[in-house]
């Protein structure tokens, strides 16, 4: 699949994402969760988020950017809040995911399907 931003319709994807079954992600601290190219499907995978988040990436495999906002990036060393969205499109700021990056847990970005199309919207 490819994102695109519903904000303003730019692709935020920088690669075809293809779906990986749950058992090929990797569950170990700190090792990134599934390779570029490949998505996971948020709700098949033991991580428990308290905002929206559907699909998991490789930080690789997306084109997005921090938060202005630091208190979204929170965590022990790293970004871990699973409550905030904190990963802006660099085009037009629209609050697309979060990315995990501590040390208790994989690393990833997690995407927010109400904030983005797969097909083009214009
Ligand atoms: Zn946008």
Redesign the pocket.
Known sequence: MKLY??????Q?TVMELQQANPDQANMDDQAPIIGSGLYINAPEIEIHFETPIDFLVNIKSVNLQNHKDSTRLYGCCGPGDLSVLNQV?P????EIGVIVADCWLPHFIGISAGAVSKEPLW
Request: glycine share 0%; proline share 0%; aromatic share 16%.
């Open positions: 931003c519903k904000k303003c319709n730019y935020l499109y085009n037009c700021s629209a």
